[in-house]
């Protein structure tokens, strides 16, 4: 341990929770903590009761320009009562941009709310101006803003843009096939914006994906998993110091490790069930959630079969029993439900949690049908990451105590334009990530292999092209980091959005 600095009880959990275990009473067996509980203050829906929704499709205004406009509005979410969300068009998930490789895309984001916004194409390969920095704000029309001061923004004002209105962002698109995601990332007040509902699905699709037999259609399914609790008026309940998100940045000092939630969302929806055929489905996992981890299983049994990985095909199939899925981290795998005999229910589950929070969503296997999809042995040429230029390495760890402490990288607490490292542009780099707690580490526009953990090889679920890893409690993870696509100023931080708000961020310059 570095210097004086003390283990909270949470952090001892978290540190079990690395291993897969943590401590409760004298010695008993319980969930992996990786963040503090929120309980909800109304009675919560029976589970596997509301039908799974599908966000909808977005439309483009002309060829290549879309319009999304971020805006407040009343849905329901828990059955018989509503609840405000801020979402992209007003909608929480956001609508599904389904997209093409090389198809130069602009997005007018028009911000409708009271607070500032940043939009972050998460796993794309785009410009920095359109990258989503955290100080690159857009205001909706008729409102000022100056940015909060406080124990975790002292910033330097030059650092910060502000566009009134809307702001285009321009996504080339020159990337692999992949599920993308976005959402908020504005300064100091990401996690209570996404918690708010600021997400929505990107899809890219190419020749290669669209060759693969597949599942495809109505069978090909993008999964948006996160957790939420709510006030007894249906309100979302979230502690932060300053509810109004616009003086005081970050959340009570009991909630530092992260927010969990007592319900579990899947696409908006409490615990939902989907009535399927007996046939494969490709479902686009993603973890949504602001710090809950989630391993996830089948029952009454089953594989998962991954295809894809952050960043697009893996080189080959990888059967998995149980999947982890830290924040910001998607998974694309096939489960065939043609093995359950018509009329079963199947429950995918988190082995993580306990009670209602063990419980993800159910399938219901309706009806038998035909099925011409396969999973290839073959995916994707995927060629190693080598010829590393340098090595650099990102400690996280929580330094202080209490309500004076932050969440850092290498020591040192956020400050924008100050870049902790200066990689070229069409190189590669070995980046090294250790840990005090679970730190989903994110990089923006680079992708990366992982070579070790610990010393020793990735784990299964480490295949492929990857934007963002689950780096566990004293854990240090290896990963090659190709830099491709623009030069200029980009971020990495802890994807535990709470740690995020928290200074868990840095800089770097692509040169």
Known sequence: MAGDEVISRRGFLGLLGGAGLAAAGCGALTAEVAGEGLSSALPLPRRFSVPLPIPKTAAAVRPGHYEVVQRAARMEIIPGTTTEVWGYDGTFPGPTFDLR????????????????????????????????????????????????????????????????????????????????????????????????????????????????????????????????????????????????LLVRAGVEDDFMEGVEGDVILVNGAPWPFLEVDAARYRLRLLNASNARRYRLELTPGGRFVQVGSDQGLLAAPVAHDAITIAPGERF??????????????????????????????????????????????????????????ATRVFDFRRT??????????????????????????????????????????????????????????????????????????????????????????????????EHEDMAMMADFEVV
């Open 101 to 244: 490789r090389g198809s130069r895309t602009v997005i007018r984001v028009r911000n409708e709310l009271p607070v500032p916004t940043s939009t972050h194409l998460h796993g794309g390969v785009t410009p920095p101006g359109s990258d989503g920095y955290a100080t690159d704000l857009v205001v909706a029309e008729g409102r000022g803003f100056r940015p909060p001061q406080g124990e975790h923004g002292h910033h330097d004002l030059s650092q910060w843009t502000f566009h009134q209105g809307a702001k285009d962002y321009d996504y080339p698109l020159e990337q692999r096939a992949a599920t993308l995601w976005y959402h908020d990332h504005r300064m100091d007040f990401t996690a209570p914006q996404v918690w708010r509902g600021l997400a929505g699905f990107l899809l890219v699709r190419d020749d290669e994906d669209d060759a693969l037999p597949l599942p495809k259609g109505e069978r090909d399914l993008p999964l948006m998993i996160c957790d939420r609790a709510f006030e007894e008026d249906g309100s979302f309940r979230y502690p932060s110091r300053d509810p109004s």
């Open 400 to 497: 202080g105590q209490g309500g004076g402490g932050s969440w850092t990288i290498n020591g040192r607490p956020y400050r924008p334009g100050r870049p902790l490292a200066t990689p070229r542009l069409g190189t590669t780099e070995i980046w090294r990530f250790t840990s005090d707690f679970h730190h989903p580490v994110h990089v923006h526009l680079a992708c990366f292999q992982v070579l070790t953990r610990n010393g020793g090889p990735p784990l299964p679920a480490d295949a492929g092209w990857k934007d963002t890893v689950d780096v566990r409690p004293y854990e240090v993870v290896e990963v090659a980091v190709r830099f491709e696509g623009f030069r200029g100023r980009y971020m990495l931080h802890c994807h535990n959005l």
């Open 332 to 389: 694309d795998v096939v489960v065939d439900f043609s093995l359950y005999p018509v009329g079963t229910e199947v429950s995918m589950v988190n082995a993580l949690g306990t009670g209602a929070v063990r419980d993800v969503m159910c399938f219901r296997v309706a009806r038998r049908a035909t099925d011409d999809s396969v999973v290839p042995k073959r995916l994707s040429a995927v060629e190693p990451a080598e010829g590393a230029v």
